[in-house]
C-alpha cells in the first residue's frame, strides 16, 4: 500500500478509482488470513467510497479523501459491530459513532472494517481476542503486538493505509514496532476518548498507526481537538502536525538535527534482552548522530517500578470500568440463572476470557479495604515519581530515545525470550514485562511514537524492531519531525513483507 500522499495523488490523476481500490481491499478484509478483521460492512464501506468519489470528481482535495482504513474493535461504531474483542460484547451495535470515528469520517477517509484486539484492549500480544489470534503479517509464526494488534497487522499487511488504535500503556507503539509501521501515542487528552470503551481511564489514549510518521501527521491533523463530551480532552491551540515535516521531502544533505539533544535512559538500554534489538538501537543512535544530534545519558530513577505501578493502576481502573458488563443492561447475557446473584456470576465468568477476569480480580484486589493504601496508593505515588523522572529528564534533552520493546516478536502462544539467566517475579507473566519501555511514557502522559529501524537476524530475520521517541507533554509536532528525519533517512519504513526474503 503506497503512503497516503502517493494514493492520494493516484486518487486525484484517476490512475485508480476510490471504488476499485475498496473492492480490492474488501476481497482481503474478507478473506482475513492475518485473523485481524472482527466486522466488515461492504454496503457501508460502499457508499462512503461513492461519496469520496464524488467529492474528488468535484475538484475537492482533502488529505485524507477516499483514503482506505480501519478501527480498533474498541471505538464504538454504529454501522460495524463492536465486539472489543470479547464474546461479552458479540453482537453489539452502537447508537452512536465515537468521536474519533465521526472525525475520521468527515475527513473523507472509508473505512473498510473493525480491526482485531486483544479483549477491551489487555494483552502485549493480540492472542485474547475471543474471536481468535491475530498474526503478524511479516512472520505468521509471530504475534503481532497487542493490543492494537490487527490495526498494526493490517497497515503492515497493506491493507489499509492507516487504522486508528489506543495506548494504555505501549498499545500503539509495540504493536507498531513488531508489524514494521509507525504508530503514534499523543499526549493524554489530545484526543478524544469519547466512544472509546474503556480499560484504564486515566492511561487510554487514542492514536493513528500508519506507514510513516508523515502519514500520522495528516491522521492526527483529523483525529485532535477538544472535545466537550470527554471531561479528559484537553483545549490547546490548533496545530498542523505535519507543517514542520514538509522541509523534510528531499533526501537529506545536511545536519537538521545539529541543535538537537537526544537522551538515552540507562535504565533501559540495561534492560534490552535482545541482541538484535540492542544492535539496531546502536544503529539508530548512531543515525541521529549522523544527522547532526548530540546524544547523551540520562536516567529514570524509577523506571524499573514502572511495570508494577502500571499493573496496579490499570487493573484497577478496569475492575471499576467493567462492572458494567453485569448481563442486564446490554451485551451478553447467561441464560440459565435462577438468581441475580447467578446471573452476575454466570454471565461474566462465561462472557470474559481468562486475561480479563485475571485483571478485574487484581484490581479488586488492590482497591479493598485493607490493601488500597498499601498497593494502590503506592503506585500512584511511583506514578508521580515517573513523572517527575521525565520533566528532570527534559530539563537536559529535547527527547528521549529507547526500543520500543525490549524484545522481538515472540511466537504464538508462547512466552517473550528474555535469555536463560532471566528469571521473571514468579507469577507475573513475561508478556507484561515486555512493556517495559512503553509503560512509562503512558503512566506520565507523555507523546511517544515508534519508528521501523531494523530486523532481527538469522531465524527472526522477518521479525522487525521499532525505535521510540518520547517527548514532552504537546510536543507531538516537533516529535513527528524527528521521526519524519530520522525515516527520511534510512527506509526502513518504507519495507513491507513482500520486498524481503
Known sequence: MQDIRLLRKSLETKKIGVLELVTDLLQKFETNHLGAVLCVNKEESFRQATEAQKKIDAGISEPLLGIPCAHKDVFVTKKWRTTAGSRMLANYLSPFDAT?????????AVCLGKSSCDEFAMGSANQNCAFGPCLNPWDKKAIPGGSSGGSAALVGAGHVSFATGTDTGGSIRQPAAMCGVTGIKPTYGLVSRWGIIAYASSLDQAGPIANSAYDCGMILNAMAGFDPRDSTSQRTESVDYCALMNTNKEKIVRKPLEDMVLGIPSEYSKAIHSQDVALAFQESIQTYEKLGATVKDVSLPHANHSVAAYYVIAPAEASSNLSRFDGVKFGFRN??????????????????????KRRILVGTFVLSHGYYDAYYNQASKVRRLVLSDFKSAFEGCDFLLSPSSPVLAWELDAQPDFGINFKAPEGVPKEYLADLFTVGASLAGLPAISVPCGFGRGQFARRPIGLQIIGPHFSEQRLLKVADIFQTETGWHTMKPSNIA
Open 100 to 108: 474519533v470515528v465521526k472525525r475520521i469520517a468527515e475527513s473523507g
Open 335 to 356: 441464560s440459565r440463572a435462577d438468581t441475580l446473584d447467578d446471573l452476575y456470576f454466570n454471565t461474566r465468568s462465561e462472557g470474559f476470557g481468562e486475561e480479563v
